[in-house]
């Protein structure tokens, strides 16, 4: 389980491809030093498992339905990507419940800078409407951050100055596609109530 405040922003090195898998090889720091392979890390909101680390870099193999369902096909040399281990027993919870399981792509629509802070507007997936609530928590590229406003099938969050620079918003572009999870209470609570009305 992870929550959602980045550790550190890595950097692919490259990516690489076999006849069953893609590999990413992201270049970090800091989580480095104590990551071993057969870790679980999150990397842009997706939850891959460690293979091979060196000094300065680990590689995870990204599976077809991994490609098929999130942005990670997308990066190339040179990307920032999120990057967070998953939470400690005793760890403090900052964030929000993160899985790491994607359930959609979206999209920026928009992201300019408003007095100090930032407006970033996303574009979801039309079924996910049901899953949006005004001031509930929303993973977007893995980062935990509240919805601030809802608009058809847009919705904003406000981006503190510190979250900018500590993750990968800021390469965020206009168009650039980005990894979203919903509230997993949500998520429940649907499958509970689908599960009376068949009885």
């Known amino acids: 389980m992870f929550t959602g405040i980045i550790e550190e922003v890595g950097e692919i090195a490259e990516m690489t491809s076999s006849a069953d898998f893609q590999r ?3 270049r970090a720091h800091h989580l480095i030093r104590d990551l071993k ?7 842009n909101g997706v939850c891959l498992t460690a293979r091979i680390i060196t000094a300065d870099t680990f590689s995870a193999d990204l599976s ?20 967070e281990r998953p939470m400690i027993a005793d760890g403090r919870f900052g964030g929000h419940i993160v899985q790491g399981h994607v359930d ?3 999209r920026i629509q928009e992201f300019a800078r408003v007095g100090d802070d930032y407006n970033l507007q996303i574009e979801y997936p039309e079924d996910a409407f049901r899953y949006i ?9 893995g980062i935990s951050l509240t919805i601030a406003r809802i608009r058809s099938n847009v919705f904003d969050v406000a981006i ?12 965020a572009r206009q168009g650039d596609p980005v990894n979203l999870e919903f509230d997993i209470i949500a998520k429940y609570v649907e499958r509970m109530l689908q599960s009376r009305n068949i009885h």
């Open 37 to 43: 392979a057969g870790d679980s890390i999150s990397v």
């Open 64 to 83: 077809r339905e991994t490609l098929d369902r999130t942005s990670l096909k997308i990066l190339k040399g040179g990307s920032l990507v999120n990057l």
């Open 160 to 171: 503190i100055p510190h979250t900018f620079e500590n993750t990968n918003l800021q390469r």
């Open 104 to 106: 959609g792509v979206g």
């Open 24 to 26: 990413i090889h992201v």
């Open 133 to 141: 609530v005004e001031k509930g928590s929303i993973s977007v590229d």
